[in-house]
């Protein structure tokens, strides 16, 4: 176990060491000249022998005290040495926490954009369907869905859901016509507990369906994935789903709703600023402004907090 003065000590003697004045080494610290002779005189205490002789008006560095002083600058030297190296390579790295489907559907095909248009800048996707912890996780930014109101963050609105039933042709032809929201919920629904299942049920006043035996899958991207093979209707979030929908790869079936969440960009409040963070957001919200179904994912005028179900 390391027996050591306080940093804080050493620090001050440190900067007078080089100044030979408490003075100076007081502006350099932004301290007072008081707090500087004290905390050397702490220091001298701690130590049992004088550092500095003490004339009028001035100091000087005892012979005694010069390698403590030497060995403390070339430390503080190589500490301040690692901590930039450090910083840099956080200022190099941008590291961001994204859920699954939206990792895959939206953010990964463009991603190789905001790359081209940062160059100098290495960036990380972690996909996790986890809430990311900032102070825990190692990532600088993260898509949410929910509200924005998370304490302690900066959330940026990105985009509305909207989701609707969908279904390939082929299970159309094989088992239509699904008409109606009575004729989709009674065709083979794929995870048919789901949220969004519920409450676009709950929208078109079906309260009352019956559980039955279906599919359960955990995630959209696995869901859209057994919709294109015909393997039945899922219930899908129409912007991550454009160009299936737009090659007839997928058939919406019936009215969509906009969800009660929203999609966020967040981060820690104190870092909003950073230039890496806010050239992500500048670039990711773009992104969703120039998607071909801006018109349906774009913010409520009013509150995109505010909880609603609308008719697509």
């Given at each position: 176990?390391?027996?050591?003065?306080?940093?804080?000590?050493?620090?001050?003697?440190?900067?007078?060491?080089?100044?030979?004045?408490?003075?100076?080494?007081?502006?350099?610290?932004?301290?007072?000249?008081?707090?500087?002779?004290?905390?050397?005189?702490?220091?001298?205490?701690?130590?049992?022998?004088?550092?500095?002789?003490?004339?009028?008006?001035?100091?000087?560095?005892?012979?005694?005290?010069?390698?403590?002083?030497?060995?403390?600058?070339?430390?503080?030297?190589?500490?301040?040495?690692?901590?930039?190296?450090?910083?840099?390579?956080?200022?190099?790295?941008?590291?961001?926490?994204?859920?699954?489907?939206?990792?895959?559907?939206?953010?990964?095909?463009?991603?190789?954009?905001?790359?081209?248009?940062?160059?100098?800048?290495?960036?990380?996707?972690?996909?996790?369907?986890?809430?990311?912890?900032?102070?825990?996780?190692?990532?600088?930014?993260?898509?949410?869905?929910?509200?924005?109101?998370?304490?302690?963050?900066?959330?940026?609105?990105?985009?509305?859901?909207?989701?609707?039933?969908?279904?390939?042709?082929?299970?159309?032809?094989?088992?239509?016509?699904?008409?109606?929201?009575?004729?989709?919920?009674?065709?083979?629904?794929?995870?048919?507990?789901?949220?969004?299942?519920?409450?676009?049920?709950?929208?078109?006043?079906?309260?009352?369906?019956?559980?039955?035996?279906?599919?359960?899958?955990?995630?959209?991207?696995?869901?859209?994935?057994?919709?294109?093979?015909?393997?039945?209707?899922?219930?899908?979030?129409?912007?991550?789903?454009?160009?299936?929908?737009?090659d007839g790869r997928l058939v919406r079936l019936g009215p969509a709703i906009y969800g009660r969440s929203s999609v966020w960009i967040a981060c820690p409040e104190h870092q909003r600023n950073q230039p890496k963070l806010k050239a992500f957001r500048d670039w990711l919200v773009a992104e969703a402004e120039n998607h071909p179904m801006k018109a349906i994912i774009r913010r409520d005028p009013?509150?995109?907090?505010?909880?609603?179900?609308?008719?697509?």
């Amino acid at each position: 176990m390391r027996s050591l003065p306080p940093l804080a000590s050493i620090r001050v003697f440190e900067a007078a060491a080089r100044h030979e004045n408490f003075t100076s080494a007081a502006e350099e610290l932004g301290m007072t000249q008081a707090a500087v002779s004290y905390q050397v005189k702490s220091l001298e205490a701690w130590l049992g022998a004088p550092l500095f002789r003490r004339e009028r008006g001035r100091v000087a560095l005892l012979e005694t005290a010069t390698p403590l002083a030497t060995q403390a600058t070339a430390a503080f030297d190589l500490l301040n040495d690692a901590v930039s190296r450090m910083r840099a390579a956080d200022e190099a790295q941008l590291t961001i926490s994204s859920y699954g489907t939206f990792s895959n559907r939206f953010l990964a095909p463009r991603l190789g954009g905001f790359q081209l248009d940062q160059p100098d800048l290495a960036v990380r996707l972690d996909v996790n369907d986890a809430l990311v912890d900032f102070a825990r996780d190692d990532a600088d930014v993260a898509i949410r869905v929910g509200r924005g109101d998370w304490p302690g963050l900066y959330s940026q609105f990105l985009m509305r859901v909207q989701y609707a039933p969908m279904a390939s042709p082929d299970f159309i032809e094989t088992y239509g016509p699904l008409d109606t929201p009575q004729r989709i919920l009674a065709s083979r629904v794929l995870s048919p507990d789901d949220r969004w299942w519920i409450n676009w049920s709950a929208h078109f006043g079906i309260t009352d369906t019956p559980p039955v035996p279906a599919i359960r899958l955990d995630s959209q991207m696995i869901e859209g994935n057994a919709a294109l093979a015909g393997q039945g209707i899922a219930m899908l979030d129409l912007a991550l789903w454009t160009d299936e929908i737009g090659d007839g790869r997928l058939v919406r079936l019936g009215p969509a709703i906009y969800g009660r969440s929203s999609v966020w960009i967040a981060c820690p409040e104190h870092q909003r600023n950073q230039p890496k963070l806010k050239a992500f957001r500048d670039w990711l919200v773009a992104e969703a402004e120039n998607h071909p179904m801006k018109a349906i994912i774009r913010r409520d005028p009013d509150d995109p907090r505010r909880e609603v179900d609308l008719d697509g």
